[in-house]
Structures are given as C-alpha cells and as structure tokens.
C-alpha cells in the first residue's frame, strides 16, 4: 500500500449560498497521474485551490503528508506592469536554486533565450514554461497544475504533455493536473477523475467512457473529436 | 542652521525611508486609492483625539486598523466594489470628523491637520518616527521576496507555504502606521502622495524590484531634504514643498518618454490633415 500524500475527506465548499464542491473524497499517493476533467465551473480549480490551501473548504478534512512538497502552475499569471521584474528574478523568488538543476531545467524547458526578459512581455507559451520551471526549481513531490497547456498550440501542447510524462516517469513525481484537452487525456492510460461539483466517476479513459455520467457531461464533446479523428483519417488515406 | 530645521530634516528623512519603501508596494498592489481613503478617514480619529484629550497619534493608529479592517470584511463580501467602499469610507470619516470638531471647543488648526505643519513636530515624533523605522524596515526586508511573490500570484505563494492572509494583515498595519506617522508632515490630504510618487517615479526608470525600492528611497529622501530646506527658508507650507518637488522630478523623467511618442504622432497626424486641406479644390 503506497502512502498518501494527501488525503481530502468529504470536502464541500459553498460560494455565495451555491454548493462548488460537494462531498470530495480524494487520495493522491505517491506516484500517481490524475487528471481532473469537467465541464465549465464545475468546481476544478476550486479543488485544486482547496489542495494548495489558498481556499478553506466549508466542511471537510484534509491530511497532509509530512514529506509533502506542492508546486503549483496556474492556468495564467495577470501582467502586472507596475512591477518591473525579469523571468530569472521571478524564477529565484523565495527560493535557493540548485545550480545544476536550474540549468537542466531552463534547458530542457528551452527558456534561456528569454531568462532576461521582463515577464510582462513574455508570450503566453513562454509564461508558461516560466512557470513550470518555477514549480520544478522547488523540488516537489507533487505538481499540480491547472489547465497547464491551454496557452500552446497544438504542437506546444504535446510537447507540453510528454515532459510532464517524462517527469513523472523519470523523476517519480506525483502529479495532479485539471485539463481540457480531452483528446490527450481521454487518450492516455492515466486515471481521469470527472467533476461536476462532486466526482462523478474515475478511473482509466477505456472505463470512465463508458460511465453515462461522462457520456452524459462529455457525450457531445467526445462525439466530435471522434468526428475529427475521422476526418483526420480520411484525409490522409482518401 | 538652528536646532529647529535639523529636527525636521530629521524626522522628514525618517519618514521619506518608510514611505518610499512601503510606496513601492503601494504601488505594486495598485492600493494608492486604499491608503487615501485610511488617510482621509483617519481624520476622524485626530477629531476623536482632540475632543476627549487622547493622545492623537494612538487615535490615528486605531482609527486607520478599525477601518482597515472593516474594509477587509466588506471587500470579502462582494456587496460593493472596492472603489465605492473606499469612497464611502474616506468621506463618511470625514464628514464625521467635521461634526465632532464643532462639538469641542478646542483650538483645532484644522489646515494643519490637513496639510500639515513644521508646528506639529516634537522631539517624541521624532522618537516615533524612528522607532516605526526600526519594525517596519525589518519586516520589508525579511520578507521582501515572499511580499513580491504574493503580488504577483497569491495562489503560487500559498502552494510554497506562504499565508496571503498573515501577510495581508502584516502589510495593513504597515500602511497604518505608516499613515500615522506621516500626517504631521504631510497632512491628512496629502499622506499617499509621499508613497506613490517617488515609488512611480522609480518605477519608470527601474528594470528590477530592488532597483525600484534603490532610486525611490534616493528620490524620497532627496526631495524631504530639500522640501524641509525650502520651506524653512521661505516660510512654505511643508507637505506641499515636498512634494511639488518630487512632483517636478516626475514630470523631468516623464517628459522625454510622452515627448518621443507624442511629437512623432502629431507631426504625422499634423501632415495628413495638411495633405487633406491643400488637396481641397
């Protein structure tokens, strides 16, 4: 039995008089690949918030491992241009860098070209990587990140994808990750936890397909993307 | 020089260290409204002070926590926006203030108060001054990377441990104690001005955090000099002398950016209209 890095019980959380989270259970061990998915405000980056512990659920336990070290990679960072600062200041903020580890990561996230640009003029994919470089530089047994990938473009996105495999793979660390590229996720053979509001199935993406829950939420979603898979086929044989 | 200027060169160096510092995340957080409006309430607090012989500078501190505070629990709320709960705030304590005044009977130099005045200047606020100098310094500097940090993305912070909330309060009762002891000098109007203008004057010229805080304190303390020299000598009101001189070196750094762009833009807007005339049959 692998140990939890953290354990969330019977979490709810209510905004403004309307229940966000109802009822969460959710163990992330050691090692583990999970994949929120789930239709617009359905509660997933208040989950992930309640996890990194910038939001307080309104009822509901949450164990933390004592070797549990979070980072963390938000969907986006807003420009603030009062602030003049460059990518490697921001990088070195509240922590001690590893030299060694600081110079693999820039190279293989290929980020050295733009260390010394100020972060209000980075591009999205390049904010991006700055902030995954971030949560890396920090060492952490689990990497949560929420919709990491939703500033690339499609070939950004896989590339994108692959190193967080490699990650997990290579380096054992556990990752959490909220995620809208249904054709990645549903495509892998990583478990998928499906959302809305409370959890309304998980598992690997051959099982959960079948859920009428997911078919029910993402039925029209998936219908399409096969609908694309097709015509992708077709184009190339016909 | 009489021992009178040195003891407001002083105390008009010690606060311009504080509010060029703590300026540079006034203005980083994009709070100059929000320590305007403690200011402006927090005369509430003097006419408090005055009407029942308490002591002005307690009554200043508890007044801009009491509303600080009730401004953290409103804006949590989501009732109203942030700019008409300031607003609200600074007149309501103004308006209130007011009233009180004409209660009591004492000799209330209400321009003073809110402008400030070289009269107010004791040895004791000096002592103050320095001793705010002596929490808030530390504070800033201990925790200048996570401050930072927190302003740009609150939610990284808390991933790396850091709780928005303490530091969220920290920074308040910063900003309060900074505003008390500044209003002597500057006035309850004029308070905000020492911590925004030298932080946005630095800003244009900085590329990095630490070389914003660098030329803002250069700025701040050259200008109080300065100010403190000037109004001595010509019988000028203090705040203001500050800070129509921090005010003219903003408009010498500014200047030659709008120049460049604005020239260029109106000698092309310039010649097409003039095209367009002398086409004209």
Known sequence: MQQNLISLQNINLKFTGKNILENIDLDIKKGDFLTIIGPNGAGKSSLIKIIIGSLKPNSGKIKRNKDLKIAYVPQKMEINKTIPINAKYFLKLNQKIDQKLFQKITHDLKISDFLNTSLSNLSGGQRQRILLTKALLSEPNLLILDEPAQNLDISGQLEFYSYINKLHKEKNISILMVSHDLHIVMSSTKKVICLNHHICCQGEPKIIAQNPDFKEIFGNDMNKLISIYNHYHDHHHG | ?281
């Open chain 2, 1 to 281: 020089m009489d021992e009178f200027i040195i003891q407001i060169i002083i105390a008009a160096i010690g606060i311009s260290l504080i509010t060029s510092a703590l300026g540079c995340f006034v203005i980083w957080k994009k709070m100059a409204y929000f320590g305007d409006s403690l200011a402006h309430a927090s005369l509430l607090g003097i006419a408090i002070g005055i009407l029942f012989s308490i002591d002005i500078n307690l009554m200043i501190l508890a007044t801009t926590i009491f509303f600080a505070v009730i401004l953290g629990f409103l804006q949590n709320r989501n009732f109203l926006s942030n700019d008409a709960l300031l607003g609200i705030l600074a007149h309501g304590g103004i308006s209130l203030a007011m009233i009180i005044i004409s209660f009591s009977h004492a000799n209330f130099d209400l321009e003073g108060f809110l402008f400030g005045s070289l009269l107010f200047v004791e040895n004791k606020d000096i002592l103050l001054i320095y001793l705010a100098l002596f929490i808030i310094y530390p504070i800033i500097f201990l925790n200048w990377q996570k401050f930072i940090l927190l302003t740009l993305n609150s939610d990284i912070a808390c991933s790396m441990g850091i709780n928005p909330a303490k530091y969220r309060m920290i920074f308040t009762i910063l900003i309060a104690l900074t505003i008390t002891i500044t209003i002597k000098i500057t006035g309850v109007l004029l308070v905000t001005s020492l911590l925004i203008i030298p932080a946005s004057i630095s800003r244009i010229i900085s590329k990095s955090p630490n070389q914003m805080l660098l030329f803002s304190t250069i700025i701040s303390v050259f200008s109080s000099i300065l100010g403190s020299i000037l109004s001595y000598q010509f019988d000028l009101i203090l705040g203001p002398t500050i800070i129509t001189i921090t005010i003219i070196i903003f408009s010498l750094v500014i200047i030659p950016i709008i120049n460049l762009k604005t020239i260029l833009n109106i000698k092309q807007s310039s010649l097409i209209f003039l095209a367009k005339i002398c086409k004209k049959p």
